[in-house]
């Protein structure tokens, strides 16, 4: 008999709040999927240059880096459920605007307005619906939940891309982003359906604030003091600096180098989200079996032979094959990480250690997408991809040197004067 049924609680997919949640989220991340494809398109259809689009994304990543840093303290100081449908309701409105004014002509200075402006809503969104999870479901079942929303997520991206890609040829990359618009109305609609769990009373917030910037670094010395989560926010810094523009260059090397046309990229970005999926699926099992440390090593040695090998790839059925591959172990990766935040972090502190962790993270990686897309265009996509899988091994390698390589199956040991979450409490990374 399974653990749950042996608790005499339903299945996780029974639970009506969890459901709603996590079926809105699918949607959202479906739309999400047709400007993951549809805003480098066009920027390519307009400009016809590779760095164009990594300078977009670098400018973007910049205004999420800079959303992160005080997206933490407004989770943990306001309702995490209001700030998520204002974050869906802001992206609906200005992704909106891209398809209307596309109708006249191209301004491509529209999208560096716009997607900055979407990018810092998203993060914010995304450090809510990471918190959120813990005031879904109990801590034990943290890392399912994690597992499911993701595996969800990337089910629905695998039909995204491919959609996306059939609706740009068909009708223009901006009809595309209209359907993304969309979808925020959906994600806004089931959040406002739900309820989340209260704060455990010996878990709350202090009743006084501080100033922003303090309670930031409050979140960010609980991550700094933690052996486990500095090892991975530094080891992980790398890792984005070398990935962040991989999306960028693999659009360039099958449009440019392989010729494929725009429905083509649509279908490697699909399929290959079938890795996600995978991993997503086997994050749980992988955890308990073989602990946190030979997990994320493993992981992430496997992603930097994926991204080497996309590069020498020569026909587009390797490069969806080996993109897959990555996209597995990315998700198994980062679920892993995600989950371990989640456990180990008292609630009042959760949005904070959150902005810490994603803001620190995603700092190089607008120059590293610059940098790795400008070298594409220079240089060529093998050039760029077998550097970048080589960054990726000795990040890999660190995890060998740090106390990732010790940290077990469950929670990471917490230190002396830093209060963890309490192993029954309602609790995300």
């Known amino acids: 008999m399974s653990r749950t049924v042996s608790a005499g609680r339903a299945p996780l997919w029974r639970d009506r709040t969890f459901g709603t949640y996590w079926v809105a989220q699918a949607l959202s991340a479906a739309g999400d999927s047709f400007a993951y494809l549809a805003v480098p398109l066009l920027v390519l259809q307009a400009t016809g240059s590779v760095a164009q689009m990594g300078l977009l994304t670098a400018v973007a990543g910049a205004a999420s880096v800079a959303a992160g840093i005080f997206g933490g303290v407004l989770v943990d100081r306001y309702d995490r459920r209001t700030l998520m449908i204002v974050a869906d309701l802001v992206r609906l409105v200005l992704y909106g605007l891209v398809p209307l004014i596309w109708l006249v002509g191209p301004e491509v200075w529209l999208l560096f307005v716009v997607l900055p402006i979407c990018e810092a809503a998203g993060m914010v969104f995304q450090v809510a619906a990471v918190t959120a999870v813990r005031n879904l479901v109990d801590s034990d079942r943290i890392t399912e939940a994690n597992g499911r929303l993701q595996a969800t997520y990337a089910a629905t991206a695998v039909l995204g891309p491919l959609l996306a890609g ?95 046309s725009e429905g083509t990229v649509g279908i490697v970005l699909g399929l290959a989200a079938l890795g996600t999926v995978v991993g997503a699926l086997l994050v749980a099992p992988l955890r308990r079996r073989r602990g946190f440390g030979p997990t994320w090593i493993g992981a992430h040695t496997i992603c930097g032979f994926a991204v080497a090998g996309v590069g020498l790839a020569a026909t587009v059925p390797a490069v969806t094959a080996l993109t897959a591959v990555y996209l597995c172990c990315l998700s198994i990766g980062g679920i892993c990480s995600m989950s371990l935040r989640q456990e180990i972090t008292p609630d009042h502190l959760l949005g904070r250690v959150t902005s810490a962790f994603w803001s620190t993270h995603y700092a190089l990686g607008p120059i590293g997408a610059a940098a790795m897309t400008w070298a594409a265009g220079r240089y060529g996509v093998q050039v760029v991809t077998l550097v970048a899988g080589a960054g990726c091994l000795l990040v890999a390698a660190g995890g060998l040197c740090t106390p990732i390589r010790r940290a077990a199956t469950g929670p990471a040991p917490v230190q002396p004067g830093l209060r963890a979450a309490p192993a029954g409490g309602t609790v995300s990374g």
């Open 166 to 260: 059939v609706v740009s040829a068909r009708f223009g990359p901006a009809i595309a982003i209209a359907v993304n618009a969309a979808s925020f109305a959906l994600s806004a609609t089931g959040l406002w359906l739900i309820r989340l769990r209260p704060v455990r009373a010996d878990d709350a917030a202090p009743a006084t604030r501080e100033r922003p910037l303090v309670e930031f670094l409050a979140g960010a010395r609980f991550l700094w003091r933690q052996p486990v989560l500095r090892a991975l926010t530094v080891l992980l810094s790398v890792f984005i600096f070398l990935t962040y523009g991989f999306t960028d260059v693999l659009i360039y090397h099958v449009t440019h180098d392989l010729g494929g």
